[in-house]
């Protein structure tokens, strides 16, 4: 009696160590205490997602590999593992049919070299690739292109920019405090522990429009299986028909829907995708003109509203001269008003003297009026003389323009005098003394017509 009072004693304290031994297994782990990501990990743990390692650890702080990720992504998307696939340094591996379901569903791809290298450590790019592909927003169909980047180390054309913008968008994932995101920066098993956790709160719905409720911030559908439900709208949900991003009021019945919920049952995510509208037309067109004219202004093209149109390209000249003329003095030159590159002539010729002369000055000189001259420059230029050899007097009679005292040599020293000190060139200067405006202007025409295709060439105009 005694005896077997004992064995089954023993026996109840094997069964009490088995059943301690398994939940310390699936749902505890010996070194998260205090760890920000305790709950999480706990979470993930109790559900058979993420595991301990053989002594109980789970390493909160280390890098997750590829395969310790694609099988817990996997659990999380209730995938039954398949013996399957053609990535040749899986196929001994534990992984493999958590992978292969992965591979099936087009979630994840191996290397060109068709390799996966499961006990690589993932990137924060490379894992919300993933999750992007999970919740099936990769596709034309499905996907919503942000084509601005939310964060400051992470250009437009990075690889992964749409999917660091969606996640975060949706909430799965933040960056840093400094605005950064750190795309190449490898993922712990916590932050994934953390990530997972939040992916598992979204829900994805698929189905068709039945009604849109712009002003209650509602829509109608009707989903793939057959069953209707009414759907309240985030306070700032993505929204996007065919190609662009857009609003409620834009969808149409019968629209194709991929939605994605967040946890209170709003739409976070709402594609819709249909028949071609008027506006998805005026979309492609501003694409085309590389955004020139923007959807509104296509579509009052299309109707034969061209008011705008004089007012639109005046600011784009403008802007592609890299403002060298205004819109305003664009348009005069259209109109025939030569006026605007004189004034023009005169301020970048102001320019070319480095300010010694102003634009006033210029035009004064232009009309061979060199008594509007600074007393400051005439001395300047009388001083230019006298070391050229011309006395005191000859250098008046010629700042004076007395022509009949001087010879043809005196007012080439002139000529070179007023050209050292202004920093006009030489045949600018001599054309305005001789009041030879024909040559003048040709001179102009040259000079600016160089300077605006100077400005047009780096503008990019012509590309």
Do not use: C
Request: glycine residues 6%; positive net charge.
């Amino acid at each position: 009696m005694q005896k077997r009072i004992i064995s089954t004693g023993i026996i109840i304290m094997i069964l009490m160590l088995v059943m301690s031994s398994t939940a310390f297994a699936a749902g505890q782990a010996n070194d998260i205490n205090g760890h920000w990501a305790k709950k999480e990990i706990n979470n993930l743990l109790a559900k058979g997602i993420m595991s301990t390692y053989g002594n109980g650890t789970f390493k909160p702080n280390q890098p997750i590999t590829r395969a310790e990720f694609a099988t817990s992504l996997a659990k999380t998307l209730n995938l039954t593992p398949i013996s399957v696939t053609n990535l040749k340094d899986i196929q001994t591996h534990p992984a493999k049919g958590y992978v292969a379901a992965l591979v099936r569903k087009e979630i994840i791809t191996g290397y060109p070299d068709n390799t996966f290298r499961p006990e690589k450590a993932i990137s924060r790019s490379e894992l919300v690739t993933m999750l992007v592909r999970a919740l099936e927003l990769n596709k034309m169909e499905t996907k919503i292109e942000l084509d601005k980047s939310i964060y400051r180390d992470v250009s437009t054309k990075h690889w992964a920019n749409n999917s660091i913008n969606l996640t975060t968008k949706l909430g799965i994932i933040t960056g840093y405090p400094n605005n950064t995101f750190r795309p190449d920066n490898l993922v712990t098993r916590a932050e994934t522990a953390k990530m997972l956790s939040r992916f598992l709160k979204l829900e994805v719905i698929q189905g068709n429009l039945i009604e849109k409720y712009p002003l209650a911030n509602k829509i109608r559908v009707k989903k793939n299986d057959g069953s209707e439900l009414t759907l309240d709208l985030a306070s700032d949900p993505l929204i996007g028909r065919n190609k662009r991003i857009t609003n409620l009021r834009s969808l149409l019945r019968n629209d194709n829907l991929h939605l994605v919920l967040n946890q209170a049952n709003e739409v976070k995510y709402l594609k819709a995708y249909g028949v071609i509208s008027e506006d998805d037309l005026a979309f492609e067109v501003s694409e085309m003109t590389g955004g020139l004219f923007n959807t509104q202004e296509v579509k009052s093209l299309a109707k034969g509203n061209y008011q705008f149109l004089d007012s639109k390209l005046n600011t784009e000249v403008s802007k592609r001269t890299n403002g060298l003329f205004a819109p305003s003095e664009v348009e005069s030159i259209a109109s025939g008003n030569i006026n605007v590159i004189e004034s023009e002539l005169n301020n970048q010729l102001s320019q070319m003297t480095k300010g010694v002369l102003s634009p006033s000055e210029v035009k004064a000189l232009s009309q061979g009026n060199l008594k509007t001259l600074e007393p400051t420059l005439r001395q300047g230029i009388e001083s230019r003389l006298v070391k050229q050899g011309l006395t005191t007097n000859e250098a008046q009679a010629l700042l004076d323009q007395d022509w009949n005292t001087l010879q043809s040599t005196g007012k080439n020293r002139l000529v070179e005098a007023v050209s050292l000190q202004t920093g006009l060139p030489v045949d600018v200067t001599k054309a305005i003394f001789e009041q030879n405006w024909t040559r003048l202007q040709r001179l102009a025409e040259i000079e600016l017509i160089q300077r605006a295709t100077v400005q047009v060439m780096n503008s990019g105009l012509l590309s």
